[in-house]
């Protein structure tokens, strides 16, 4: 019998679907069937139901889940083991290897967005037809939505009471690392070899960010030296604050376990104030598993109604990142080239299109989706619904963030800004967050003239603010605008 698997305990052989959990240590699915079996095959799936649907061939993320998969086989293969890289429809690919390898069961973590429920609804279900077991298990959250509920048995819709409840409930057993044990002697090789980038139809892309599991244990590694200070340095593009490990979170190659069971071990409000937004990433997890129809609608259904503005040269303006507003530009045109975007830019840029230009957010979550390296659903449509004040413990529709205040208080001395946006480069400290401030003379002074060199404002903000709030008052009272 292989090591690894208990005398006695063992069925044949089962198969492990890796998905959105890209690495070897304390994943709970692979733990499952190296505990359970005498034989684990491994696979992964570029799923063309969901790479046809990019809109780019040259998608960026595609080339970090081909380096993270390609690090994965190699670690596996260093063990003795290895991982079947398929491309196909998942729905079909995954069942007809399990008949093809002749497994028990089919293992894989959950996931909460609701095409892959129903993807994986479709897999169990084809499996069973094929007297094949399905086996999920709990891997990128600590606490599911049924875990975490009000006394009443409902779901919270504030995110206070749900972070003391999900603290309260927190314990060892829920952070401890989940393992198969010493030996990876299930773990059998496989055949064939990885399909190349090209191969699956996409052109590999630089990335700013390092892939795989060792590029998360490097960021990890870094952030745990500096997250004393998470709290007061994480609001500052300019500034190293923040743990940058979202798309680690996003693909699994760290795990959700160690980064809890370190942040709760901790002392100090820079530990706190971390795991409180690991919490927030999990109440958006259970909006999403409770409210699936928010992909598509506030979560506040009142606010459905709202009449939102349609200007072609706003919304090109707002993603080219020429709104005239430098803080938002230099976000926006972040996120056009590398992917990436500090966690206070997305709220200053989801309230600029939604509460400045008017908007609607599910326009702007979108093409946060196509662009976002670490594009979650349930965290984006979250943050993009708290912003534009619909959703679940929404930002009050009546407090609206100023762009230049923000740009001010953020980005002081304009570093982040003129990162970005170049043509800034010679404009004072003092004129940077509203350049159009300046006098001509002092635009000439700074080789940036406003409607030239540099766009003047799209919208007035004083102005803007008062169509936001009586869109919002027009709903409010029971009217539609």
């Known amino acids: 019998m292989a090591a690894g698997c208990p005398t006695g305990a063992c069925l044949s052989s ?38 046809d649907a990019l809109g780019s061939r040259a998608d960026r993320r595609v080339t970090f889940i081909w380096e993270c998969v390609a690090e994965l086989r190699k670690v ?18 995954i069942p007809a290897l399990a008949r093809e390898l002749g ?21 169990a279900e084809s499996l069973r037809e094929s007297g094949i077991l399905w086996r999920d298990c709990k891997d990128q959250v600590i606490f599911e939505l049924d875990e975490v509920r009000t006394k009443t048995g409902e779901m919270f819709s504030v995110f206070t009471p749900y972070r003391k409840a999900w603290m309260a409930r927190l314990a060892e057993a829920h952070v401890a690392a989940r393992s198969g044990g010493a030996s990876p002697g299930c773990i059998v090789r496989a055949a064939g070899e990885m399909p190349a980038l090209d191969a699956i139809g996409f052109q590999r892309q630089p ?10 244990a490097r960021a990890w590694k870094t952030f745990q030296e500096r997250i004393t200070s998470y709290l007061a340095q994480r609001d500052f593009p300019a500034r190293q604050g923040t743990s940058r490990l979202s798309v680690h979170l996003r693909f699994g190659t760290v795990s959700i376990r160690e980064l809890v069971r370190f942040a709760s071990n901790q002392a100090g409000e820079g530990a706190a104030a971390w795991l409180s937004e690991l919490v927030w990433r999990e109440f958006f997890f259970a909006v999403l ?15 459905d109604r709202l009449a939102w503005d349609d200007d072609p040269a706003h919304w090109s303006a707002w ?6 507003y430098p803080l938002v530009d230099a976000a926006m045109r972040e996120l056009a080239a590398q992917g990436t975007m500090h966690n206070r830019l997305r709220m200053v840029t989801a309230s600029f299109l939604t509460k400045d230009l008017g908007i609607d957010w599910r326009r702007g979550e979108r093409h946060f989706a196509s662009l976002l390296l670490d594009y979650d659903l349930a965290a984006n449509n979250g943050g993009w619904q708290w912003s534009a004040s619909t959703g679940c ?4 529709w009546f407090r609206i963030f100023n762009p230049v205040t923000q740009s001010k208080r953020f980005d002081p001395a304009g570093e982040y800004i003129r990162q970005w946006l170049p043509e800034l480069a010679r404009v004072p400290d003092s004129m940077v967050h509203a350049p ?6 002092e635009q000439q002074a700074a080789g940036c003239v406003i409607g030239r060199d540099y766009p003047a404002p799209v919208v007035d903000h004083a102005t803007a603010r008062k169509r936001t709030l009586a869109r919002f008052a027009a709903v409010k009272g029971g009217e539609k605008q």
Do not use: K
Not at 289 to 303: I, K, N
């Open 319 to 324: 993603c080219a990142g020429r709104t005239g």
């Open 436 to 441: 159009w401030e300046m006098t001509p003379i």
């Open 14 to 51: 089962a198969l492990v679907w890796f998905r959105r959990d890209l690495r070897r240590h304390d994943h709970a699915a692979l733990a499952a069937a190296m505990a359970g079996h005498e034989r684990v095959h491994c696979a992964f799936v570029f799923d063309t139901a969901i790479l």
């Open 103 to 123: 497994v028990d069961a089919v293992y894989a973590n959950r996931d909460y967005e609701p095409e892959a429920v129903e993807r994986d609804r479709a897999v």
């Open 207 to 216: 990335l700013t960010v390092e892939a795989g599991m060792s590029g998360g």
């Open 393 to 396: 413990d929404a930002q009050p």
């Open 289 to 303: 598993a409770a409210r699936p129809d928010v992909v598509d609608h506030c979560f506040r259904r009142e606010f």
């Open 76 to 93: 596996l293969e260093a063990e003795g083991g290895g991982l079947r890289v398929l491309v196909g429809d998942a729905r079909s690919a």
